[in-house]
């Protein structure tokens, strides 16, 4: 099985800065495809970034220029690097990552999520 584990969400003034960072862990194979969505209250999850396994990236386009996905796949954690941050991008962050176990298939995982909240 793989266990994803985030950190890095709170709370920012409009303007600021932060950080998400995702770490797998478990019985790993391969991870492919490492992304995060975000839901906020009353809406539907949605993609925010994804960045494959030869690091070739996409985003959602309200956070383009603002946002940067990475990973370091010897550490196998994916970060979102997120910069002139909007009320508007606050909500619930989940790192997705489609992965490979030990003696099995490709599956995807989901994160427990991690709080953003951007406010004055």
């Known amino acids: 099985q793989v266990q994803l584990t985030e950190s890095g969400g709170g709370l920012v003034q409009p303007g600021g800065s932060l950080r998400l960072s995702c770490t797998a862990s478990?019985?790993?194979?391969?991870?492919?495809?490492m992304g995060w969505y975000r839901q906020a209250p009353g809406k539907e999850r949605e993609l925010v970034a994804k960045?494959?396994?030869?690091?070739?990236?996409n985003y959602e386009d309200s956070v383009k220029g603002r946002f940067t996905i990475s990973r370091d796949n010897a550490k196998n954690t994916v970060y979102l690097q997120m910069n002139t941050l909007k009320p508007e991008d606050t909500a619930v962050y989940y790192c997705n990552v489609r992965a490979r176990p030990i003696g099995s298939g490709y599956s995807n995982y989901w994160g427990q999520g991690t709080q953003v909240t951007v406010s004055s």
């Open positions: 960045i494959t396994s030869d690091s070739n990236t």
């Open positions: 478990g019985s790993i194979f391969r991870l492919n495809d």
